[in-house]
């Protein structure tokens, strides 16, 4: 009897065995896949557009002759909506789930504040944009600028770093909180010196995932009144703009193959700035997970 549980129990587990290498080896595979197509599309595009990549291009306005157009105007409004979009959802995304981890419990409005940031989790980007213009552009009379845009894709992204943060917030062991109350610190001090800086590693993570989709959305931004092309660069919060993904979308769409190949050199430009983001988010992760204690 005891003899055929362990044959059972050993083919049990050669099976499971074998399913996790199948199931390996598939996700191996679709990883390289995906990495390869990846490496064809950045090596087109390097093809396409390294030529046209110049101090000049980055500095010269647009112009409807494709040798004297450059992206400035877009590369300033973007570099705007994203530091103003990360300065109002890293506040508002974690002060939020702290609250929900720390302070919420179980109660009614905690319920409400989590179903709807789980239905707002799910709802495609051109519903913000209608949203923005509803309340920013019209009902606050902020006009299509870049405040307006910010505000927008602050809403867009906000359901992921909430999301994020609670899960970071949630991993810090209860051990360090016990501890810290043990000795008298008050739930506030707790909270501020020893969970939010255990936490933080993972709270980036989620901000440097929610910034990467919204630098490179159009949707929203197009419904909030962004223009496809302007001759002037934006110089604060209530000026017009464009955004490099809009400025790239109008260049290929022109019949023209010199437009093409200075959308493609747009495009390098939007990696450049999106790795260079990710880049300084990397090294304050790793910076705060350095110094962690447990």
């Known amino acids: 009897m005891r003899a055929a549980v ?3 129990s050993d083919r049990q587990l050669r099976r499971r065995k074998l399913v996790g290498t199948i199931a390996l080896g598939v996700f191996i595979v679709a990883t390289l896949s995906a990495l390869g197509v990846l490496a064809i ?4 595009t390097l093809r396409d557009g390294a030529s046209w990549l110049d101090w000049s291009f980055i500095k010269d306005l647009p112009s409807r002759r494709p040798e004297r157009a450059g992206i400035w105007p877009a590369l300033v409004g973007t570099v705007w909506i994203m530091v103003l979009t990360a300065a109002f959802t890293f506040p508002i995304g974690v002060g939020a789930a702290i609250y929900l981890e720390e302070f919420g419990g179980t109660g009614r409005l905690s319920r409400i504040i989590e179903i709807n940031i789980s239905n707002l989790a799910g709802v495609p980007s051109i519903v913000y944009g209608l949203l923005g ?3 920013f552009v019209e009902l606050a009379s902020m006009g299509p600028s870049v405040l307006a845009g910010a505000l927008t894709m602050t809403l867009l992204v906000l359901p992921v770093v909430i999301i994020a943060s609670r899960e970071a917030i949630r991993a810090v062991p209860d051990s360090l909180r016990q501890a810290s109350l043990g000795i008298g610190a008050t739930r506030l001090q707790t909270v501020w010196s020893h969970v939010l800086p255990a936490a ?3 709270i980036l993570t989620g901000t440097i995932l929610a910034l990467s989709r919204a630098i490179g959305e159009t949707a929203p931004l197009i419904v909030v009144g962004a223009a496809t092309y302007i001759t002037f660069t934006p110089e604060g919060p209530t000026d017009r703009f464009t ?3 809009m400025q790239i979308f109008d260049w290929i769409s022109r019949p023209q193959a010199d437009f093409h190949a200075i959308a493609a050199a747009g495009i390098l430009v939007l990696l450049a ?3 260079t983001m990710n880049l300084a988010a990397i090294l304050l992760r790793n910076y705060f997970r350095k110094n962690q204690n447990w």
């Open 6 to 8: 362990v044959r059972a």
């Open 41 to 44: 599309l950045v090596g087109d």
């Open 133 to 135: 213009l509803a309340v």
């Open 200 to 202: 933080m590693p993972g």
């Open 243 to 245: 955004v490099l993904p």
């Open 273 to 275: 700035l999106l790795l």
